[in-house]
């Protein structure tokens, strides 16, 4: 028997799925060989089954005599729409809090909703739109119930900072996850740009350098990807007139850490004042300024939300199994492992591995990886 030709190595950027695949060719016999390209491709792919928008779907009732507005905030039980312009004051009606869901809430920031208005300034919901975009997380104290952030958004503005709180790409790559499963286009902010060239006494220059690593090691990696990225300063308005055009028509939400800067961007956008807060010092770390969400209307055109800050960021609905499906990188190295079922993280000959050695693949992502994996088998 012939020998079997050298093992082929993956590229970077330019990893495709499909290209990918037709490389086992040399390696598996015809029928092994098409029944495993098609379930890899339907695992990176299609991941349609996971999306709520494919289940079942209720009967909608007849809201042509009601008047639509959108979410703009949720402030105890009282939920402020917007119609064409107009506030109004609504609660939500009796029928959708007997629903059972594993969502922490009926309703969220930038739902469409049909509203029965009973004066100019008040209202009942009586129907909540179909969403075509979702960004949630598992709840922090209920992993089992979704907590929605936002709904109907265009794109999600994963905003950090380049010294304080501390740039996380492992952060960043949970939020690449739900972006993508809740069918959003993710645009990584940089904010606080300025401090790397003029950080503050309290930061020492060795510090500094560490964090200029970190982030140029993780953007080559994101721009790999094809996931837009901006530097920013709100102080210094470094990168704030192309963060407008990207805004403009768009609904966009602005979400991450304390202290990272979301509210100070948008008030030097938007020239809004909102509050915010002073990182202290001694823990590097922000504070919470933002304590609920709210949606501002753009003179550009579209919407924008601020959220509140976050200290953890547990992914949604999803399966041990599945997350190398989002790993573009390791998948399209996958399929050269030994084991079809590998793991990635014990097996032998495991090409994914074997990538990584060769700096093929980066160390930051695949720790992020192993991060995921490890928190969904403690839940």
Same mark, same amino acid.
């Given at each position: 028997m012939s020998p079997l030709p050298p093992p082929l190595s993956c590229t970077t &950027?330019?990893?495709?799925?499909? @290209? *990918?695949? @037709?490389?086992?060719?040399?390696?598996? /016999? #015809?029928? *092994?060989?098409?029944?495993?390209?098609?379930?890899?491709?339907a695992q990176a792919l299609d991941k349609s089954k996971y999306k709520k928008t494919n289940q079942k779907k209720k009967s909608a009732p007849n809201t042509d005599n009601l008047e639509t507005g959108r979410v703009l905030s949720i402030i105890s039980n009282e939920i402020i729409v917007d119609i064409e312009g107009t506030k109004v004051v609504c609660t939500l009606r009796g029928v959708h809090k007997k629903e059972k869901t594993r969502q922490k809430s009926l309703i969220a920031i930038g739902d469409i909703v049909h509203i029965d208005r009973s004066s100019k300034e008040q209202g009942v919901i009586v129907h909540i739109a179909e969403r075509y975009s979702v960004l949630s997380r598992a709840d922090n104290l209920r992993r089992r119930f979704e907590q929605i952030i936002a709904a109907n958004i265009d794109q999600v503005l994963i905003t950090t900072s380049a010294l304080f709180p501390t740039f996380k790409p492992t952060l960043i790559d949970r #939020? =690449? +996850?739900? /972006?993508?499963?809740?069918?959003?286009?993710?645009?990584?902010?940089?904010?606080?740009?300025?401090?790397?060239? @003029?950080?503050? &006494?309290?930061i020492q220059t060795e510090e500094v350098e560490e964090a200029k690593a970190l982030i140029e090691e993780s953007l080559e990696t994101y721009r790999a990807l094809n996931i837009p990225i901006l530097r920013l300063s709100a102080k210094s308005g470094e990168g704030l007139d192309e963060l407008r055009a990207l805004m403009r028509n768009k609904t966009s939400v602005f979400s991450g850490q304390s202290g990272v800067g979301k509210s100070s961007l948008i008030n030097q956008m938007l020239g809004t004042d909102f509050k915010i807060g002073d990182i202290v010092p001694t823990t590097r770390k922000g504070s919470h300024t933002t304590t609920r969400a709210h949606l501002v209307?753009?003179? &550009?055109?579209?919407?924008? +939300?601020? /959220?509140?800050?976050?200290?953890?960021?547990?992914v949604w609905d999803i399966q041990k199994e599945e997350v190398q499906a989002y790993f573009p990188e390791i998948l399209a190295c996958s399929g050269e492992c030994k084991f079809s079922g590998c793991t990635h993280t014990h097996e032998p000959d495991c090409?994914?591995?074997?990538? =990584?050695?060769?700096?093929?693949?980066s160390p930051l992502r695949y720790s992020s990886y192993l991060n995921l994996l490890e928190d969904l088998s403690n839940n």
């Open positions: &950027s330019e990893l495709k799925v499909k @290209d *990918h695949l @037709d490389i086992e060719e040399d390696f598996h /016999t #015809y029928e *092994h060989k098409e029944s495993r390209k098609e379930r890899k491709i #939020y =690449l +996850i739900m /972006t993508e499963r809740g069918n959003m286009q993710p645009i990584i902010l940089i904010n606080k740009c300025d401090v790397l060239e @003029d950080p503050p &006494s309290f209307p753009l003179e &550009s055109g579209g919407f924008c +939300i601020d /959220t509140p800050g976050i200290k953890s960021f547990g090409a994914v591995k074997e990538a =990584l050695d060769q700096g093929v693949i």
